[in-house]
């Protein structure tokens, strides 16, 4: 992995670069978009790679095509694997551009609340859109979600509720082939797990790390993220009830966080 764009990340004290085949690496990467991760200090103190967003406009659940060419060029330089901290989940759709640099064939492993297939008419790129746009990747051999309340197999979609899916160990078999792309949407938890501004799940962390250990163990990830900050924790940080919402939702991100970095010192071997 190459550096980014000059200008594209603030230069932190907490930044570290890993030489991974003569490459700069950093196994964590945080987007700030909705400065939703400044107050979380615990998760901030790994090693990770900061790219600064919040100048460009229009970005906030619905990508205009300037936008997308902006975000875009920022993560120009960016490769995997990496576990990638998006914000809220207003900004999932930043999936879909992270995927559309993959080049091997790969299964998208989704978990979240809702499909995010949006409606037939959709022409932009949005956090409730983005999945159609990730069905289309000629790379994508196919689409397993996991946390909607209803269930849907088609020959490149599967969706699973929560209590399917746990219920049914058998959900690894839907997925094609070997490499897996992770993406998460904290909202697929509930609320004693984390805090959105979304409608939310029942899932459990705990069960949400047990999934990840099973995909760990039968499959190879070539990339990871994860969403579903509080919005709020930008504008009122000091208020108890965002401070509350921040602990909670860096919490889980730490859990998933640290899952990711063990899975990469078992997997990968960094020089």
Request: glycine share 6%; charged share 25%; net charge positive.
């Amino acid at each position: 992995m190459t550096g980014f764009q000059e200008g594209c990340f603030r230069k932190r004290k907490n930044v570290i670069h890993i030489g991974v085949k003569g490459m700069d690496f950093a196994p964590i990467t945080i987007l700030n978009l909705d400065d939703t991760y400044p107050s979380q200090k615990r998760l901030l103190t790994l090693p990770h790679r900061w790219i600064d967003m919040s100048d460009i406009r229009s970005t906030n659940m619905i990508a205009d095509p300037f936008s997308v060419k902006a975000i875009q060029s920022r993560l120009s330089r960016w490769e995997g694997p990496s576990v990638v901290f998006l914000g809220s989940g207003n900004y999932h759709y930043i999936t879909y551009l992270l995927l559309k640099k993959i080049t091997v064939p790969f299964t998208l492993v989704l978990f979240d609340r809702h499909t995010d297939l949006g409606q037939k008419e959709d022409d932009y790129l949005s956090c409730g859109s983005w999945v159609s746009f990730a069905l289309k990747i000629p790379f994508c051999q196919k689409v397993l979600i996991i946390g909607p309340p209803k269930n849907v197999r088609t020959p490149k979609l599967s969706v699973f509720s929560a209590d399917q899916a746990i219920l049914n160990k058998k959900f690894l078999r839907e997925i094609a082939g070997r490499d897996i792309y992770i993406s998460i949407d904290k909202d697929v938890l509930s609320e004693t797990c984390a805090v959105t501004n979304w409608d939310q799940g029942e899932l459990t962390l705990d069960e949400l790390l047990a999934f990840l250990e099973a995909l760990f163990a039968e499959k190879r990830v070539i990339g990871m993220d994860v969403c579903g900050e509080y919005p709020k924790a930008s504008i009122s940080p000091c208020d108890p009830l965002v401070m509350r919402a921040t602990k909670i939702n860096e919490k889980a991100n730490l859990q998933i966080a640290r899952h990711y970095l063990q899975y990469m010192r078992k997997n990968r071997k960094m020089v």
